[in-house]
């Protein structure tokens, strides 16, 4: 259930604005253009919403505030909305009670999503709500003027909104990634096969090959010295530039002092006029100064004027008001003098009456002392037998208590035998009790030791796995980094190789002009649309490509291959002569030496073709069969490779040369070649560079590049699957520490209950022998107490005599007793009535002393007021007299500075006169001097170009040294001293140290020239010798180990891969059919509450949900919707408010099979009369109990059945504020009524 809806700058909810959604109907009123379908748009945009359009702006920044010129606002750098759910039902797959989905976007564009605070992807949201009905276009959203969409929608998109009903959604989207993943399963397969159909090929193929090292060290020895000569005759070279710029270096530097002291004099002269005008130019800035400050004292003067003038008013003000406060504090001062007086006269009347009262009381109390006396005396007689008698009374009552108590304590003794012994008999049982629960504590104690004990087992375990998932995480990222390490590596190996591609590219400029222009011409036929003859009958189109182009080969068999081919590998393949014929005539010229190979010229089998070889020791195979490539150039590659063998071995093919009269060429493992002509090529033909080997070693490392990759990707995977696997055992292991603090706690409440069980039975025992002790001594004290008993009633019979004999006596005595008690009643009342009086005037008197202090205080207080009252009224006539003193003097101080404003303004202009006079002759110093500073300048260039130039031979010389020490590892001496240092310490050989010598003793620069040139073709036919001497494998045994575990790694890839696939097929194939049942089902639910709901709404009719085709349950769906009294029409001809009423129909069709959490419904009443909206507010209440509803709406008789009215506003221009509303307070128009039109209506 949605609880509530949050906004912070977002569109015109500038402030912070919360949303309460209580059970029923919420409506949102508010006029037009006060913001209330901005909340519609904000639970659609924290939904995941993506169009700027659909939001109603032209970017996605648009939904952030822009701030309200009127208010003085600016605009908002963010965006925020948060949706806030019940999720105690869990409709949503959460595990919280309460769910926040929030979306926030700033104004540099970035945007984020997230789920109760913690960051997400859109993906994540969608997931959250997707089978609930809610999305942004669910039907659970149903925005202002399309709320007859569903009928005017397509058959397919209104299946969309079919499916999100059924819950579908969620298999399609589950179904799309297995898709996605399948592709990529499809496309790792295919990768992966061809990499292993290509090691696997090669794995058959590989054996050992032997070293060519021994002609590479001497070709590198001579290559070495011939650096050696080269680096020493550029540096001859450089140092003879180095003493040219020297020279010229010296005699700029003579020229640069002659200008320089020129430069000098004319910098003074333009100094001093300088200065001067710096002096003129500080005489205007006090000028300006002082006529400012002049304007700004009497701005502030005139501002104090009009300050004391309003000072003075507010004054004359106030000195009324304590004027009418001084007149009300004297008048209450003089009633309360007249109060006083009067309180004083009436305690003197009262002081009279209180002397009189006391001399009656002490009359009356003589009286009642005579009475007194004589009552005395009597009662002193009677107190003497009264006190014999009591003292006899006391003694029988003593003895009768006695007896009584004897007698009670005899029966208190034994009801208390017999409830000591029903005690006994609760406290065995108890004790029992206790003895049973002993025994049932022991037992969970135990099972709680072994709970505690088994969760530290499990928690002890989960560490040390997850210990054991971070080593592998560790071991896992090591792996990560050292794949991305090699496919780095491999990528730069092809790199460098693409760029040696270049480099050959640009060799071969005649052919590679000739390959462009027919492709070029190719792909202008293609784009012209010309017919298949024409394009044919074009020259361009003979032209197929290199021979190195249209056929490819086994790594390592490429060598063998360019060796085979020689320079044909980049000749050009024509289908026919055309080419030919336009170069002929010259209509073709092209650049550089080409190569053309014809189709329709290829020469007739040969006789050296027949020979098989196959089966013979040392043979590798035919060098067409050993090459792939298109089934039409079968000719021409037979004509090229039908007559070369590759052999394993130089002896082999010497073993074979017989063969050469046939034409048979043989090529051995090691690149050598014996041609049919009898002659023997050592090493290949600059086999590093060759055509095949060079595109074999691409396409190989493409492949590897693929298969890193995928390994990559895999890896990746497999640490974050690693990742979220620790994850989940860091919870676990939280959980079972948990569980073991629980068991623990248990463990713990457990033994003190038994401790406390154990105390108890302790205590419980010595409780029962202490009543059997009580119930011995209970009966001998009964025994004791019968015996005195006795004893006191034989005393009391004696006493008994005695008392009768005083009683007759003190009755006489008695009667007298009363007479004088009677008297002494009545003197003591007459007495205390006196007293009352006495009293009561001491009362009131006391009373109206009080109330007289009271007065006078009051009289003295409300005094003292008068008295502040008038220093107060003193005080204000003494501050407007200042402040009309202060305005008069502002005033006057005014004048005068608009008075020397004035004069400083006239001086200002004069001052400016004379700073353009001053300027004048400070330019023509000024361009005099800067022109001999030009002058100067040129020198100091030259010098600088000179110096630069050195610093560059310089550096070209140290760049000199660094690169042939880093790339050759040759250290240049500097001169001839340590070429000789160098020669005796062994770092020269003798014959390269006499080369540098003789190099050295040449000194003409011309000739250094032709040295160089000459070393360099030197160096550059080694590098060839080198190159041709072909790629060198000492590790044969190695790499076929390494190949091996390799085709079975990736071999096991690919079943693995296979299985995947054939998964996901089965999973695709279970969600069709789930898929397909369940919106059948959802279908016939729905049409059936469509139905019902239809004619309910319109009072009759006609609705029906039809597929379009009933045969296919993916087919699109139609609405058939009659209203009553009517034919069957088209849903575009029916009336505004039958649409609107048809679409609540079904959307509530929607809602009674599968409810919505929420329903939002912005002016969708809108279309509705009277009779219609009652129909709709019925409807809605239907389904209250499983689904809230917000309704954004103009109607008052919608608001009739809201449970809660927000009202939406703005009170200041482009910010919405959220009012309480009462329903009152909304006109018929469905407008919040301010104060003034409340009055009004």
Known sequence: MLKALELVGFKSFADKTRFEFPDGITVVVGPNGSGKSNVVDAVKWVLGAQSAKALRGADMADVIFKGSAEGGRKPANSAEVVLVLDNTSRIFHHDSEEVHVSRRVFRSGEGEYAINGQPCRLKDVKDLFRGTGVGVDAYSLIEQGKVDRLLQASAKDRRGIFEEAAGISRFKAKKVEAERRMQRVDQNLVRLGDIVDEVGKRLQTLKSQA??????????????????????????????????????????????????????????SAAREKNLLDALQSELVSFQNAYLNAEKEAIAAESGYKTAIARSEELEIE??????????????????????????????????EQIDAIQLLSNREADLDEVRRELEQLNQSIDSDTATYNETQTTIHTLRSKIVSFQY????????????????????????RQEKESTQLSQEIEQARVRAATAREGRSQAEQSLEQGRKKLFENQEQLAAMQGKLHGVRERLSVLAQLEDQFAGDGRGGQQLLRLARANQDLDLKDGESSVSMMSNPWHSVRGLVADILSSEMHLAPLIDVALGHL???????????????????????????????????????????????????????????????????????????????????TALELSHFRGAGLRFVTAECQLVDSDGSITIGSLQAGLGLISRRTEMQMAREEILHLESELEQATQAMVNLQESLAREEQALKQLAGQEREASQELSRVEVLSESNQERRSNLLKRIDEILSQIANGDERILDAENQSQEADAECQHSELAREEIDVRLHSWREKRTE??????????????????????????????????????????????????????????????????????????????????TNLEAQRIAQLAKIDEQNNAAGQASRQFEQMRRQLDKNEDKLAQITQNLQQIDSQVAQLREHYA????????????????????????????????????????????????????????????????GSVNMEALAELDALQSRYDRLAGHQSDLIEAKNGLLRTMTKIDEDSRHLFVETLQAIRKNFQDLYRRSFGGGFADILLENENDPDSGIEIIATPPGKTTLSNSLLSGGEKALTAVALIMAFFQYRPSPFCILDEVDAPFDEANIGRFVTVLREFLSTTKFIVVTHSKKTMTAANMIYGVTMQESGVSRQVSVRFEEVNEKGEILTKDRKLAA
Request: some cysteine; charged content about 30%; proline content about 1%.
């Open 409 to 432: 304590h005899i029966e208190q003794l034994q009801n208390s035998i017999e409830t000591w012994r029903g005690q006994e008999s609760q406290l065995r049982l108890e004790w029992e």
């Open 966 to 1029: 880093a790339e050759y590892q040759i250290h240049l001496p500097q001169d001839l001293l340590e070429l000789e240092l160098h020669t005796e310490d062994e770092r020269l050989s003798e014959e390269t140290a006499a080369q540098l010598q003789s190099i050295a003793a040449v000194s003409n620069t011309h000739e250094l020239q032709q040295l160089k040139q000459k070393t360099e073709s030197e160096i550059a036919w080694l590098r060839s010798e080198i190159a041709s001497t």
């Open 319 to 352: 000195r009324s008001l304590i004027q009418e406060r001084l007149i009300a504090l004297q008048e209450r001062a003089s009633s309360s003098v007249e109060e006083t007086q009067t309180r004083q006269r009436e305690i003197e009347s009262i002081q009279q």
């Open 569 to 651: 590998a980049d000749a050009i393949v024509l289908s026919n002569g055309q080419i030919v014929d336009w170069i002929h005539e010259g209509a073709l010229s092209v650049d550089g030496r080409v190569t053309l190979l014809r189709l329709d010229r290829l020469p007739n089998r040969r006789t050296g073709e027949k020979i098989q070889l196959d089966g013979l020791r040392g043979i590798i195979g035919r060098a067409d069969r050993l090459t792939q490539y298109a089934p039409e150039y079968e000719p021409l590659i037979r004509a090229l490779l039908g007559t070369t063998w590759f052999v394993d071995s130089l002896a």
């Open 820 to 901: 004088l008690q009677s008297k002494l009643k009545l003197q003591e009342s007459l007495a205390n009535e006196q007293k009352i009086q006495v009293a009561r005037l001491e009362q009131r008197l006391d009373g109206l002393k009080l109330t007289l202090d009271q007065l006078v205080l009051d009289a003295s207080e409300r005094e003292k007021n008068v008295s502040q009252a008038s220093l107060s009224l003193a005080q204000i006539d003494q501050r407007i007299q200042e402040s009309k003193q202060h305005a008069a003097r502002c005033l006057e101080a005014m004048g005068e500075l608009r008075a020397t404003a």
């Open 211 to 268: 070293t060519k090292a021994q002609r590479y060290r001497e070709i590198t020895h001579q290559l070495t010295t011939q650096r050696w000569n080269l680096g020493w005759i550029e540096s001859r070279l450089l140092e003879h530039q180095r003493n040219a710029l020297e020279i010229q270096r010296t005699e700029a530097i003579t020229s640069k002092e002659e200008c320089l002291v020129k430069w000098k004099e004319l910098e003074e």
